[in-house]
């Protein structure tokens, strides 16, 4: 039920409209599919989907896949059918499948029965998967192949653009630490979005409505040309 906050569509839309000075891109763990449909945004900006398996970008309808993650799809079944058999029904759990990684979301769920389940799908995921690992984000858990993470987005993006573009990557979440961590070695910047943590990212706003605001001023300077 994540919606983007008021804003940032408009923003993200205006920025977009300066193609040779702003290359936009959402990176995500959901599917591309599923962002464009729930931005609204269409091809006017790149995607990540799926912690960078999936690369699309501006004005391209093509998805692609990076790396070997369609050779990983037979361990994706076993995760799969495992889930089916070992996550209680009407227990507060949801399964959310997006072909190249399968999530299991526990928002909903007992707390105490849920730190057990994820335990048991981690030590399933090691044992019978081994070309998958677990990501651990707010409330979820979700197995996927070993290679995918936001640092390898941002990588694809940062080539498809060219170095006339210095990234600057906003993000919330603890897969979020890997693209902060492609970021130390002084070309770009890292921004933390939510309360202080330990973190890599090299600035920190308060929300996502702090983004937004930022990228609305980022707008109208390049309106201004």
């Known amino acids: 039920m994540a919606v ?35 931005t609204g945004l269409g091809r006017e900006v790149m995607y990540a989907g799926v ?33 089916a ?6 227990g507060g759990f949801e399964i959310e499948d997006k072909h190249l990684s399968v999530a299991l ?26 070309h998958l690992h677990v990501a651990h984000n707010k409330l979820v858990v979700e197995a996927i192949p070993a290679a995918a993470s936001k640092a390898t987005a941002l990588r694809a993006l940062s080539d498809a653009v ?13 897969t979020d630490e890997d693209a902060f961590a492609a970021l130390e070695d002084g070309r770009g910047l890292g921004v933390l979005v939510g309360e202080a943590r330990p973190s890599r990212a090299h600035f920190r706003v308060a929300d996502p409505a702090a983004v937004a605001l930022l990228l609305e001023r980022l707008a109208r300077a390049l309106e201004a040309g």
């Open 85 to 90: 058999d070992n996550v209680p029904r009407d």
């Open 105 to 130: 979301h526990y928002r909903n769920a007992d707390r105490t029965t849920a730190i057990a389940l994820c335990r048991r799908f981690e030590e399933f995921v090691a044992a019978h998967a081994p």
């Open 162 to 174: 060219g170095k006339a573009f210095e990234p600057v990557y906003f993000g919330d979440d603890r």
């Open 51 to 83: 912690h960078g398996l999936e690369i699309a970008l501006r004005d391209d309808a093509e998805v692609r896949t990076l790396g070997d993650a369609a050779h990983h799809l037979p361990e994706l079944e076993r995760v799969r059918a495992w889930l």
């Open 4 to 38: 983007p906050v008021a804003g940032a569509i408009e923003a993200v839309r205006a920025i977009a409209a300066h193609p040779t000075r702003a290359a936009v891109a959402i990176v995500s763990g959901r599917p591309v599919a599923q962002l464009r449909e729930m």
